[in-house]
């Protein structure tokens, strides 16, 4: 199975940076994702990593260790329009592709 | 990018009858379709894995016979919640992975149909 654990809230300030941490045990790993989602709508895609080491798209980037299970994805410059859910999932080993979701962290971001 | 279609995005029923959802692809074809669900404040539990021409396997715990999966074409595939109670309102959310598709964009999203069951 998978334990995929991700803090439930975080509130930063507008043009702050906010740093999600992801923390995951797995049966196999083959590529941790992140989405964002916003309240009532699907979620979309943000990075992916398999490979240790950190990437960067624009004002975010997404960090991996697979020694130590561990992610964080780093949103910098914060915008009003940055407060949503972010969620941190997991791809397991193995052709099916499913992905084993966090509960999700509660980005708000204040004036 | 890809885009998913759902349909419809928002239902309400009565308790004990059938609601259908369509998920579709829009611009691509769709080797397999996921369904989910999500609770309030919950993340996106996965209920099955739909491929297109055979059946789909479900997560444990989700029953087969509940919720009807068919997967009639690479672009459709339809979740039916049969004899609906209250419990089962939620949102629920279709994915879909390209025929061709590299690892790092696994799967698109459709917008999520919200039921609610009275």
């Known amino acids: 199975g998978q334990n995929i654990d991700q803090p439930t809230e975080m509130t930063a300030t507008e043009g702050a940076i906010v740093q999600i941490n992801c923390t995951y045990q797995?049966?196999?790993?083959?590529?941790l994702f992140w989405y964002q989602q916003h309240a009532g709508e699907a979620p979309t895609f943000l990075s992916y990593?398999?490979?240790?080491g950190l990437e960067e798209k624009g004002r975010f980037s997404s960090f991996l260790s697979r020694s130590k299970g561990y992610s964080y994805l780093l949103l910098k410059e914060l915008q009003m329009k940055d407060s949503a859910s972010y969620l941190c999932?997991?791809?397991?080993?193995?052709?099916?592709?499913?992905?084993?979701f966090g509960a999700g962290t509660t980005v708000t971001v204040r004036a | 990018g890809a885009v998913v279609s759902q349909h419809p995005s928002r239902v309400i029923c009565k308790s004990g009858t059938s609601v259908k959802i369509e998920c579709r692809s829009l611009?691509?074809?769709?080797?397999?379709m996921f369904w989910y669900r999500q609770f309030p404040k919950q993340s996106l539990m996965l209920m099955a894995t739909?491929?297109?021409?055979?059946?789909?396997?479900?997560e444990q715990g989700v029953e087969k016979d509940k919720f009807l999966i068919n997967h009639a074409s690479l672009t459709l595939s339809t979740l039916t919640v049969t004899s609906a109670h209250p419990e089962d309102s939620s949102f629920y959310i279709c994915?879909?992975?390209?025929?061709?598709?590299?690892?790092?964009?696994?799967?698109?999203f459709g917008p999520g149909t919200r039921l609610l069951v009275l």
């Open positions: 990593n398999v490979l240790d």
């Open positions: 999932a997991v791809r397991g080993r193995g052709n099916d592709y499913k992905l084993s």
């Open positions: 994915s879909a992975r390209l025929r061709e598709m590299t690892l790092r964009e696994t799967q698109y």
């Open positions: 611009d691509f074809q769709a080797t397999t």
């Open positions: 739909s491929n297109e021409g055979s059946k789909a396997t479900y």
């Open positions: 797995t049966s196999g790993f083959n590529g």
